[in-house]
């Protein structure tokens, strides 16, 4: 029996523009509207829990109003014949929506909540939002499930194990400039395939057997799943 090839598929927010999600560092994007500082530190968390939480609370309603694009899309029917794990930076579930398997959140979950004591203490949000007042069970008020600046990013070694052991590479809507998450493409073995779909290619050029397709992901992710099922 053949042993299904391994595919990596690294994502970002662009995969998500298309849905409606704003990108972070594109022109019009969120970072451009809002202070890190501000909203998505410790520090930020410390100084206006109240600021931090409405943040995050505007950016969940705006996931719930988003669907699933073709790109989201064509990376579930990958899983016909590869198998697929996403590694995304995104903290919205489009992934999963759309009905992808395996999806690992390097920067977290917004519509997860989480103890501040206990950080294995997660909570489903659904439909509704964080207040502040709201505790988990040990009495520590919820704060969203995400990795704010400055923080560790618990899933980084689980995600260098999966593209450390990848047959093909896809990478698209990340600018590769948020570490540790950019340094996992170097972890990909030297002989396997690599795409990048991106309408303004970062810089990542230099990595060995990389194919190159400047476009929209919606346009280019098909494209390549097309070329990877038929091959
Ligand atoms: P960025 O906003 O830095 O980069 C978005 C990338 O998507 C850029 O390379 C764009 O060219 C590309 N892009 C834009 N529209 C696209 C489309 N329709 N199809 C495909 N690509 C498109 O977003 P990330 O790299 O995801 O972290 O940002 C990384 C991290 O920085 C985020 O996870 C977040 C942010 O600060 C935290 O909050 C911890």
């Known amino acids: 029996m053949n042993k299904m090839k391994r595919i990596t598929v690294l994502t970002g927010a662009g995969i998500s523009a298309e849905s409606g999600i704003p990108t972070f560092r594109d022109s019009g994007g969120l970072w451009e509207g809002y202070d890190i500082n501000r909203v998505a530190t410790p520090e930020a968390w410390e100084q206006d829990p109240e600021l931090v939480l409405d943040f995050y609370n505007k950016r969940r309603d705006g996931v719930r109003k988003a669907h699933p694009n073709k790109a ?13 794990t996403i590694i995304t930076q ?45 505790k988990c069970e040990h009495g520590s008020q919820l ?10 990013v618990p899933m980084i070694e689980t995600a260098a194990a999966i593209i450390s052991t990848a047959d093909i590479v896809m990478v698209t809507g990340t600018s590769m400039v948020v570490y540790p998450a950019a340094g996992l493409i170097n972890l990909a073995p030297a002989g396997s395939v690599k795409f990048l779909i991106d309408p303004k290619v970062p810089e990542i050029s230099y990595i060995a057997n990389l194919e190159i ?6 346009e280019g992710v098909p494209k390549v799943v097309r070329k990877l099922l038929e091959s």
Not at 111 to 116: V, W
Not at 213 to 218: N, Y
Request: aromatic share 6%; proline share 1%.
């Open 213 to 218: 397709i400047q476009a929209k992901a919606t």
């Open 72 to 84: 989201h899309d064509a990376l579930v029917e990958l899983e016909e014949n590869y198998d697929v």
């Open 143 to 152: 704060r969203p499930h995400v990795v704010w600046f400055g923080e560790a």
């Open 90 to 134: 995104n903290i919205d579930d489009l992934h999963e929506r759309a009905g992808s398997s395996k999806v690992v959140h390097l920067h977290g979950e917004i519509m997860k909540a989480r103890s501040c004591v206990d950080e294995n203490l997660l909570y489903d949000l659904g439909e509704k939002d964080i207040q502040l007042g709201e």
